[in-house]
């Protein structure tokens, strides 16, 4: 009979075979595209983000996916997590989910102060004077600073891109919200990053609804273990 497949983003997206993986969605993606009884699917999302590409490439799974796909938001759905879940047709949140935080960071540490006071000097051979950079045993220069600057809005611009085009919205519309700061649930669908308050099981109802699926079943898709 007809089936609804689950899947759970759970944790920090990043490229470690999980679901919450570009290999791992994608290997579940692919079960449930081939998988002539599963109507539709629900991702299950609780992460607060993780890696820019790896969030990237699974926005573009989600987006490609043939069928309906319908988030169901837990406790948080932040940053990459929510860049994925833009793309899919239908968002549930709870009112007290941390939901958006559209934005990109990177960070750079200097310990070059504290080198100092324990009297240890480091000598960094590089092919180029800013290849060492992001070791932390210098200051930025002005130009480094502004390069990565400039890198950093570059990726942030493909975020708000991605969100624009999954939710309807303007990119203007998608910047005003790129504040870096989480939404809570009520917040998200009065300003569109979300469509609906509900649970786990109305998401289920609803991507059964999309995938015109009658007498239904629910099947967890996991990646598969080995010993």
Known sequence: GDAIGVIAID????YDGSTAS??????????????????????????????ATAGEEMAAYVRDFSKPIVVSSASMNASAAYEISSQADYIFTAKTTAIGAIGTAMQVTDVSGLLDKLGITIDNITSAESKDSSYGTRP????????????????????????AAGRNMTTDEVSALATGMTFTGMDAVGNGLADEIGTR?????KAADLGGARNYTVVSLEPSSSD
Request: net charge negative; glycine share 8%.
């Open 11 to 14: 944790g920090t997206i990043d």
């Open 22 to 51: 570009p290999e791992g969605l994608k290997a579940q993606l692919d079960q449930a595209e081939a998988n002539p009884h599963i109507k539709a699917v629900v991702l299950r999302v609780n992460s607060g983000g993780g890696t």
């Open 140 to 163: 930025l220069t002005d130009e480094e600073r502004a390069y990565y600057q400039a890198m950093v809005d570059s990726i942030n611009k493909t975020f708000v891109e991605n969100v």
């Open 201 to 205: 099981e109305d998401a289920i109802d």
